[in-house]
């Protein structure tokens, strides 16, 4: 009998949709930032703007999620979603010709542009993950999540080599094509991988429960699933996690030419180590979660403790880091903190798999949303947080590198309380999943092809 799990091949199909989704993004992120802020040398406070705006959409996801609740299909809101993703990439690169000669005109376009780049991130990016959870075996889950990311990952660096290999000389012209070609290139790439990767009917058990039966609203079925503790509980986790997680992107290099006296080459050099780190991070608890499933010392809930205290304690030595200076080993305190990130991370996207399912699957897109509005929204305000308190901290120190220090201090306290967030999370998902009737049902029900 088909079953409804997806196999490897599957699982590098969906994160092939990542890659392209990651690719549209870093362009417009990266690339566009930059060339806003230098070719036209508009205030970093517009892009800035634009990019925050962006996240601020991703409040949005619990309504993109509930929406493909009820067809119980992911893939047309998946495509959509690129679709859209897509257009406004286009557009980001349109609005920098257009700005150089109208500023209103070419500000305007861009607002458009990541309007569109916010709704289809949030669309397109909650149900591939909830694709994915309602697909990959719970063993398998610390693995696809760490394929899946990674291969965004990829994605970045694609576009970036692609991106820096051909844009120059610039002219608006060349960035244009070069964009249009990038967005179009991932939206079929999209297209292909997730043909025929879902099954075409709807689950029938789903839609034999809700025969005859009005469909929630949007607010009602919102309500239902924050009164849920697991859902909420774990909300609240994603967001005091990802806070910590994010506060530190845009002051570690800062601290570390201030504090270190590096250049700005060597403070690159710095975060290409930490990104190494969250590398090596990710992969580790995906072979061992893997491997040793069976193990509950192996369970995603331990990994998560495990990520948020390492994290926590990696961050305490950068804040011994900027009492002692340059004795300091920074290289190796940064390392281990991109390594202890890297762990948290794949854990606690495995463990959202788990809790988006863990109360059956009748609003499992809504819960996902919900999930990933807490991640983006917090991911957003983090880099704004870590500046801003970084500042704030300054005015009453003299010692700059002592203000740095205190924010790491703050976010280390964050992952403290993250890692006791952690501790009751996915304790009840497995035996609800388990024991759910409809994903029982659906496991025989539905064959689903990739593997």
Known sequence: MASAHLGWFGIIR??????????????TTSTINRLMIVELALPALVPGLLVTWHYALQVLRPRWGHGSDQGARRTPWIIGG?????LGGALASLSVGLTASSAIIGLGVAFIAFTLIGI?????????LIFLASHVEREKRAAAATIVWIMMIVGF?????????????????????????????????????????????????????????AKPEFREAFSHVWRMA?????????F??????????????????????????????????????????????GVLATLFNRNRFMELRNWVMLGCFGSSLALIGLVVAARMGPPWPISASVFALGFANGVYAVAAIGSMFSSARAEGAEHEGLRMGLFGAAQAVAFGLGGVAGTGLSDFFRIFMDA?????????ALEALLFVI????????????????????????????????GR
């Not at 697991?230 to 986790?237: D, G, L, N, S, V």
């Not at 601290?255 to 990710?282: D, E, K």
């Not at 006791?420 to 388990?434: D, F, K, P, V």
Request: aromatic share 8%; with cysteine.
């Open 82 to 86: 690129m679709a859209i993703l897509a």
């Open 14 to 27: 969906v994160g092939l949709v990542q890659a392209a989704l990651g690719g549209i993004v870093v362009l």
């Open 240 to 285: 005091i996690s990802m806070l910590a997680y994010s506060a530190q992107d845009l002051i570690l290099e800062p601290f570390a030419a201030l504090r270190f006296g590096l250049t700005p080459g060597q403070t690159a050099s710095l975060s290409g180590m930490q990104n190494g780190g969250v590398l090596m991070g990710m992969i580790l608890v």
């Open 157 to 213: 660096i694609l576009t970036s080599a692609f991106v820096g290999h051909f844009l120059d000389p610039f002219s608006p012209m060349r960035l244009v094509s070069l964009a249009s070609a990038i967005c179009g290139i991932a939206f079929l790439i999209s297209l292909i991988a997730l043909y025929r990767l879902e099954p075409q009917q709807k689950l029938k058990t789903v839609a034999e429960s809700t025969e005859g039966a």
């Open 400 to 408: 700059p590198e002592i203000a740095y220090a205190s924010v790491f």
């Open 120 to 128: 289809g991130v949030g669309a397109a990016g909650t149900s591939l």
């Open 230 to 238: 697991e859902a909420r509980r774990f909300a609240i986790f994603v």
């Open 418 to 449: 993250a890692a006791w967030l952690a501790t009751s999370i996915g304790r009840h998902a497995a035996q609800s999943e388990n024991q759910n009737p409809l994903v029982l049902a659906a496991g025989h029900e539905i064959g689903v092809e």
